[in-house]
């Protein structure tokens, strides 16, 4: 196709392009504030700091008005609680649209199925209403609860349950176990990688999430990472050297669990999308 | 008059940022609004129920098109500007509130008040206006505790309250006596805040559609700002908005 | 466990008692059937309140004047609908969409075949560019849009450090109401062009080796084997990247609401943007879920176009 030698150009460009500004992100934390709008021509100091300091890094712990520890263990308590209820009640439905015979199965799969074209735009200000209603509005009931439940999830669990033969289902049944026993014991040990794939997807949706906080969380003490780091952008003085640093907090933790478990996420995508 | 003399574009410097950059939300709109108010326009009546008459007066043109010229005649106002613009001296006028002092303070001690900068007074056109600022308090229809709120706002709102709200929040005092009570709010250069706030001040427009009329205003400085839009246009597509708005706050 | 043989056994054993086998089985379906019940029921009930209820409340809502302020609501007809068709405000939000998603579908989608098509082989060196493609995938949204801010800034940014290192002119895409809506799609396709480079990487892998060698055997060239090979085989694969991208595109919102804020000028003000602004500042709850529902029935319409057009009778 194209000669050797252009298609390495063109590999490390993307490279460059993808990793770039992720370096100068990390660099650019590790920068005193004098230093941080200094460099922008070509040359090493572009991505290398001349004075290295840890400056930024203990401004955003200590600093009272933006407590990003605080925030990082706000996130952390709301993804893993998510995360872990999620894996749990997904994979009992699957489980149960997968294996189990009941009736109404025909009817209640595809209506279940219809929610996945139903979109957040349309649902989200209803959905604040009910939550306010509830008088969920700045708790983490409202942030954990309506995100428990993924269609996506479910779907895909429903792919690789499909794939446990129902002998031995039945065998475990005779032998006189409980379905649950059936289901903790038999098919979630079998679908580890498939948990992992989507426990890994929905602990990055809940770092990642932005809108609903946003809209349901008004207690800044209360606050998530997302919009936390949003925030700090916006203020009149903005503190760049901080933000990277924020940034950056926020994103090791992503890259370091993304590559051990890529494997597993990759293939999450692989399967999800073609499978079908 | 355009500050002409300090503007050097083609080095990265700039004469004025006269009102927070053309960004969105309450701050920008907030002191983007005597620019209006100082050639003696306004947004909406005194009723604050219509816009007609006041936005699209011609004081307030005259206004509007005075901002836009600072970024498009004169090109002494910057679209963009660099972070901490004023501090590092890119910029040579800006305008902000008493807060800025604390902060240039803290994150530039190299930069000093009354050696590297100073204060001006607040500048005259047909009238001398600065908003009237902080934070508004209210009590809620569905309040559980509606007495208990307001004892609450009383007391803030009183001489000995005011005293805590201001050692708390740092925000000027909205009480005279309250002021005069702390040495550093009558000294350079707070005092000249104190003061004027209290000979100048003006209220945002007092309505229940205030979140569409600060969304309108904001957007009408932008257009005129960055895109260079016609003022009339520019103008009518925001009194289109605060109508509506007004419309259906009214029934 | 049991080795599915004795499990066999057992149920033969049924067979033979044929009285005792319908006893047992109907307590065994009575169960089971319980079991599912039971199994469901958190996620029926999630998805009743959290997903069907809003959808059908927000159906309603749309006819209505429901302002949150007030709290008071009235029914309107089609007065929403008939108004957000007439507001130009909301009509341009959408042509940003649209914008956006006509301009980045391809581009992306080319993108992110050109770099599976690149790094698709096993290979210790792909595997490497795959991870460093894949990277800013897993940014979050709130962390990409904080840093480009920083990267667009005319004076001091990294794109234009770099733009200048190569002789070409600044671009202010933070304060140029004409380029903005192209810093934002800049930032989604950094952001999202790895992601489809997997899904490409697996459906590149699922075509046979056979069917490349059969045709160096017949002497095509590379350019043939692309358009003669992978191409028409990648269509299924193709029709989810495209469908996928389309809906995520026509509902952009992520970097807006960080990066620009819908500004300079509104001139990024996307649709779901404007849904957000109508809903959670002016708090006027009808018109923002009937804006939705425009949104909804566009993006439907479209994929279901895209659905037609992809169909697909190649099979491998």
Known sequence: MVPASRQWVLMFAIAAISVLPILWMAMGSLRPRQELFQYISLEWHLFVPVKWTLQNYAAIFVQTSKPLGLYIKNTLLVAVTVTALSLWFNSMAAFSFAKLQFRFRKIILPLFMSALVIPGEVTMVPTYLLVHQLGWVDSYTALIVPSVISVFSVFMLIQFFAEIPRELLEAGRIDGASWFGIYSRIAIPSSVPAMITLGLITFLGQWDSYLWPLVVINDETKQMLQVAIATFSNLQNTEWGQILAADTVCSVPIIILFLVLQKYYVQSIVSSGIKG | MPPKKINKPEK??????????????????????????????????????????????????????????????????????????????????????????????????????????????????????????????????????????????????????????????????????????????????????????????????????????????????????????NVDDAVADAMGNIEKALQKVKK | ??????????????????????????????????????????????????????????????????????????????????????????????????????????????????????????????????????????????????????????????????????????????????????????????????????????????????????????????LQKFFKITLPLLRRTMTFVVVITTMDAIKISGPVFILTGGGPANSTTTAVYFIYKTAFQQMDMGYATAAAFILFVIVLIISLIQLRLFKTDVEY
């Open chain 2, 12 to 229: 990265g410097v700039y004469g004025i940022d006269p009102a927070w950059g053309l960004g969105e939300g309450e701050g920008s709109t907030f002191v983007k609004l005597p620019f209006i108010w100082q050639a003696g326009g306004d947004v909406l009546s005194p009723d604050a129920s219509t816009a007609k008459g006041y936005l699209d007066s011609p004081e307030t043109k005259k206004a509007l098109k005075f901002f836009s010229s600072l970024y498009n005649e004169y090109k002494v106002a910057a679209k963009e500007l660099p972070p901490e613009a004023f501090e590092t001296g890119k910029v040579g006028i800006t305008v902000n509130g008493p807060w800025a002092i604390a902060g240039i303070a803290s994150a530039h001690p190299e930069f000093k008040l009354g050696v590297d900068y100073d204060i001006a007074p607040l500048w005259k056109g047909e009238k001398q206006v600065t908003p009237n600022g902080s934070w508004n308090m209210a009590i809620t229809k569905a309040s559980k505790h509606p007495k208990e709120a307001w004892a609450f706002v009383n007391w803030v709102t009183g001489v000995e309250g005011a005293k805590v709200w201001y050692q708390e929040t740092k925000n000027l005092p909205a009480r005279i006596s309250t002021a005069k009570a702390f040495p550093e709010l009558n000294q350079y250069p707070m005092n000249i805040f104190v003061e004027q706030s209290s000979k100048f001040a003006k209220p945002r427009p007092v309505t229940p559609a205030y979140p569409a009329v600060t969304t309108a205003v904001s957007k009408l400085f932008a257009d005129l700002g960055v895109a260079n839009r």
């Open chain 3, 1 to 222: 466990m049991l080795p599915k043989g004795r499990a066999e056994q057992r149920r033969s054993l049924f067979y033979r008692k044929g009285v005792i086998r319908l006893k047992i089985t109907s307590a065994y379906h009575k169960q089971e059937e319980r079991a599912a019940a039971l199994f469901i029921a958190p996620a029926i009930i999630s998805l009743l309140l959290f997903t069907f209820y809003p959808m059908v409340k927000a159906f309603m809502t749309s006819f209505e004047d429901y302002n949150l302020i007030s709290t008071n609501s009235s029914f309107v007809g089609l007065t929403n609908y008939v108004n957000l068709l007439k507001d130009p405000e909301f009509l341009r939000s959408l042509l940003h969409s649209l914008h956006f998603a006509v301009i980045v579908i391809p581009v992306q989608t080319a993108l992110a075949l050109s770099m599976a098509l690149l790094v698709h082989r096993s290979s210790k060196i792909s595997g490497f560019f795959r991870t460093t493609y894949f990277l800013p995938v897993v940014i979050s949204m709130g962390v990409a849009s904080t840093l480009f801010k920083l990267v667009y800034n005319k004076d001091f940014g990294l794109l234009n450090s770099v733009l200048k290192i190569f002789g070409l002119p600044p671009v202010a895409f933070l304060s140029d109401s004409h380029a903005a809506m192209y810093g934002i799609m800049l930032l989604g396709m950094w952001k999202a062009a790895g992601f489809f480079m997997i899904v490409f990487i697996a459906g590149l892998n699922n075509i046979p080796r056979s069917l490349y060698e059969a045709a160096e055997v017949d002497g095509a060239t590379a």
